[in-house]
Nanobody
Framework: VQLVESGGGLVQPGGSLRLSCAAS????????MGWFRQAPGKEREGVSC???????YYDDSVKGRFTISRDDAKNTVDLQMNSLRPEDTAVYYC?????????????????WGQGTQVTVSS
């Protein structure tokens, strides 16, 4: 199983980025797929996830600004991030878990990508 994130970078406050997670070895449509982030000196936290049935979860800090979506044909899961803030700066990770649930807990996920850096700064 391999998860590869892309789309990170440097953006000014108020800007947008779109992260993408390409899965191989599994079908993303059969698993709960999550996005997590980890800032320096902080624990890894759940940002958003989408279950195999389409249930979604968003952390309160990103509600209304981030949108998770899944492309079954491409076997990818994207995270559209709008109105970015400096506090969104972190390494963002894609993860794959079981099915039938949503969870913000890292220990519920079995597979992880290497991460992509997102920096929000003027």
């Amino acid at each position: 199983v391999q998860l590869v994130e892309s789309g990170g970078g440097l953006v000014q406050p108020g800007g947008s980025l779109r992260l993408s997670c390409a899965a191989s070895g599994i079908s993303s449509r059969d698993h709960t797929m999550g996005w997590f982030r980890q800032a320096p000196g902080k624990e890894r936290e759940g940002v958003s996830c989408i279950s195999d049935t389409g249930l979604t979860y968003y952390d309160d800090s990103v509600k209304g600004r981030f949108t998770i979506s899944r492309d079954d044909a491409k076997n990818t899961v994207d995270l559209q991030m709008n109105s970015l803030r400096p506090e969104d700066t972190a390494v963002y990770y894609c993860a794959a878990g079981g099915r039938g649930w949503t969870s913000r807990a890292p220990w519920d996920y079995n597979y992880w990508g290497q991460g992509t850096q997102v920096t929000v700064s003027s």
